[in-house]
T-cell receptor, first 116, second 109 residues
């Protein structure tokens, strides 16, 4: 159990377009999901915390108008990169916790975004 | 915020050798997880271990919460163990994980 999926697994888009990435908890409900970004040869950095039914909380330096997060249900959070530019090319990973008896977090397989 | 330091940053092993990876953290934690990131980028969850000791096959981990460190042991290493190992922690409730910079392991035949 505790599977998190992401779609798409990779995407190539042109500069100026928008891309939507989905994060789903397949076998549990998650009131909170997290979005991370990883650049090559670097560690994961938190972008935002996604809360079901309320606004996301963004980390300092992350533009909320550029990275739109919608947590419309207890199993789905989406990240939309608006007006993407080459510097947005990165690996985006989401995670969720079951909040049952532990705080263990489960990570999706990631989405590799390339903006040309 | 909480700081996480991993050592060594890079490690090269001969196949069959054993190794110990270390994770130091700056504050008390209620979540500590070890991950292996494979060449495709996927994070493989190795251990959820905010305290105590766990073993899974050739891997084992120990967290000494009072001294703010965790160790990941890899025994009889194989080439498939190559990749980046991350330690990540959180110190309150259902909060996001803070990742260390990772240890890049290369196991050569």
């Amino acid at each position: 159990g505790a599977v998190v999926s992401q779609h798409p697994s990779w995407v190539i888009c042109k500069s100026g377009t928008s891309v939507k990435i989905e994060c789903r908890s397949l076998d549990f409900q998650a009131t909170t999901m997290f979005w991370y970004r990883q650049f090559p040869k670097q560690s994961l950095m938190l972008m935002a915390t996604s809360n079901e039914g309320s606004k996301a909380t963004y980390e300092q330096g992350v533009e909320k108008d550029k990275f739109l997060i919608n947590h419309a249900s207890l199993t789905l959070s989406t990240l939309t990169v608006t007006s993407a530019h080459p510097e947005d090319s990165s690996f985006y990973i989401c995670s969720a916790s079951r909040c049952a008896t532990t705080y263990e977090q489960y990570f999706g397989p990631g989405t590799r975004l390339t903006v040309t | 915020g909480i700081q996480v330091e991993q050592s060594p940053p890079d490690l090269i092993l001969q196949e069959g050798a054993n190794s110990t990876l270390r994770c130091n953290f700056s504050d008390s934690v209620n979540n500590l997880q070890w991950f292996h990131q494979n060449p495709w980028g996927q994070l493989i969850n190795l251990f959820y271990i905010p305290s105590g000791t766990k073993q899974n096959g050739r891997l084992s981990a120990t967290t000494v919460a009072t001294e703010r460190y965790s160790l990941l042991y890899i025994s009889s290493s194989q080439t498939t163990d190559s990749g980046v190992y991350f330690c990540a922690v959180a110190n309150s409730g259902n909060t996001p994980l803070v990742f260390g910079k990772g240890t890049r392991l290369s196991v050569i035949a």
